[in-house]
């Protein structure tokens, strides 16, 4: 079975890293990092697949993975950005 879990990937000034955030796994807020973009995607892949085996080993259910709309949050984007240029004009 494919699970599609996100992943949220952001810059640290302060850590200097990339920090590696499984929003769907509660309980947790940053788990991994990388010096580089790909190295921290590629150490969230190894938690996210070590959390799933840890999951199904202790017979708890998966969280439901978020759905994002892209077309909903891409829409909100666009019209908050026209509210704010015809705020500033």
Do not use: C
């Amino acid at each position: 079975m494919k699970h599609r879990y996100s992943m949220v990937i952001r810059w640290s000034d302060q850590d200097n890293l990339y920090l590696v955030q499984l929003p769907d796994f509660p309980g947790q807020k940053f788990l991994t990092d990388g010096e580089t973009y790909e190295e921290a995607a590629r150490h969230g892949q190894e938690i996210l697949e070590s959390l799933i085996q840890w999951y199904e080993e202790d017979g708890k259910p998966l969280p439901e993975p978020s759905m994002v709309n892209l077309d909903t949050e891409l829409d909100e984007a666009i019209a908050l950005q026209k509210q704010q240029s015809s705020q500033v004009a």
